[in-house]
């Protein structure tokens, strides 16, 4: 585990239960980065306990390699002992103090399942952890933001959309947000006005110290914004001014942009608007669809959102202005958004097939590429949905389906698009190579 550790991440200390054998163990090492903490030689523990305490206790800044760029105050006895074994069995006995006594802490607390949220303290002497958060939020999107809320504070209620009608029966579907909130028996409200007195009251109530808004769907009036104690938050999945609104993933991909994130801003009552409290970026994988963006986005959200909330307690932020003059905005997209009218003439334009393709990955799950074949003004032809393809540069194999040449613009290099996956009307998904066996192309 020494060797996975690197330098630069400045870890002093290392943790495992369960090594291959029952037994926990930790590592400690510190090679005198800063001149005036004194070193830590290479100490390795096996079943550490604490068998005392020293009453005076200090309070300290402490990170953790499993938090990164995450730094709290925690209280610790300045002094403990501990009874361990070396890594050949032997017992032994350690009175630590300063920095070593505070690492082998920190440590045994992770073999035992706490970990440093569980003690850092905010004003009034109140825990980190007895944070009370109310989490609003519909889709799956959102679950792992609701899961970290749920491991690190105190979620004392989560607010989701009200059930809705849907497929061909119509029948109601309950949010996977909502869903999750009644397996985990956290208090959950669907209310259909927002701005209705009862339910205003009953989250007055609750005392909530944060609100976190995460893809809700609705927008909060300023009489639910101004109810925590901190501050209300929304979590956006994109680099805000940029793509306001209901669809930043897809609109992202459809501007051809290299990178993305999340924005954590602190709400005002306009959309996406309010001052941003932290930014995290990705990059966008030239083959990712808004289906796999929209998941790494979703984690990052998860950690962005933990970042945000502690930065806002401990005022080590001060949320800064958005620039109105860059801003950009999306709108909801419907299934029409996806239809190409004569696909084939247009993959002949060298200026449009980069925007074909990237349509095709932006548009996936919902609501997908589709086109028509021989059909004419009178009647709509057979409907035909492009699940992948890809750009290439280099001439396509002996065999293998592909569009016709592209004419690049003068100077530019040729290209072709590859369909890879499609989906016949009436017909579960097949590769393009099958369904050209009996069909004409669609390029």
Same mark, same amino acid.
């Given at each position: ?133 109310? =989490? ?106 940029? =793509? ?200």
């Amino acid at each position: 585990m020494i060797n996975e550790v690197k330098s630069s991440a400045l870890g002093v200390g290392l943790s495992a239960p369960q090594l291959g054998k029952t037994i926990k163990a930790l590592v400690c090492y510190y090679g005198g980065q800063d001149e005036q903490v004194k070193n830590i030689p290479l100490t390795i523990l096996v079943n550490p306990t604490i068998t005392h305490v020293f009453k005076e206790q200090e309070t300290l800044v402490e990170g953790c390699l499993s938090f990164p760029d995450v730094f709290l105050p925690v209280a610790r006895p300045v002094k403990v002992h501990i009874l361990a074994q070396d890594r050949f069995g032997k017992k032994i006995k350690l009175r630590v103090d300063c920095l070593l006594g505070r690492v082998i802490q920190h440590e045994i607390d992770h073999l035992n399942g706490i970990i440093y949220f569980d003690k850092a303290e905010i004003a009034g002497g109140k825990k980190l952890s007895d944070l009370r958060v109310l =989490f609003f939020a519909t889709p799956s999107f959102s679950l792992p933001t609701l899961e970290s809320l749920k491991f690190h504070f105190h979620l004392i209620g989560v607010v989701s959309e009200p059930d809705k009608p849907a497929g061909r029966g119509n029948v109601l579907k309950t949010s996977a947000v909502a869903l999750a909130a009644k397996q985990d028996n956290i208090p959950l409200f669907q209310p259909e006005n927002l701005a209705d007195s009862h339910f205003v009251k009953q989250l007055y109530e609750l005392k909530p110290d944060m609100i976190v808004v995460c893809a809700y769907g609705k927008i909060l009036p300023k009489e639910i914004l101004d109810i925590p104690k901190y501050t209300s938050l929304n979590v956006h999945p994109s680099l805000l001014p940029k =793509f306001r609104g209901p669809t930043p993933i897809q609109n992202a991909i459809l501007a051809g942009e290299k990178t993305t994130g999340v924005t954590v801003i602190a709400m005002d009552e306009q959309i996406d608007h309010g001052p941003i409290v932290i930014t995290d970026k990705i990059k966008i994988a030239p083959a990712a669809n808004a289906e796999k963006l929209a998941q790494k986005l979703s984690q990052l959200a998860s950690w962005t959102t933990i970042k945000a909330i502690v930065n806002i307690v401990y005022k080590k932020v001060r949320p800064q202005v958005q620039d109105d003059s860059q801003a950009t905005f999306t709108h909801l997209l419907k299934k029409e958004d996806g239809f190409i009218e004569n696909l084939k003439l247009k993959t002949q334009n060298a200026n449009e097939i980069q925007e074909i393709e990237r349509k095709i990955r932006a548009f996936y799950p919902w609501p997908k590429v589709w086109t028509e074949i021989g059909g004419d003004l009178a009647k709509r032809g057979k409907r035909i949905i492009i699940h992948r393809a890809h750009l290439q540069n280099s001439p396509p194999k002996a065999g293998q389906p592909r569009a016709e040449i592209h004419n690049p613009p003068a100077g530019g290099q040729i290209s072709y698009l590859i369909l890879d996956i499609v989906q016949p009307e009436g017909k579960k998904p097949m590769k393009y190579s099958d369904y050209l066996k009996g069909n004409p192309k669609i390029i």
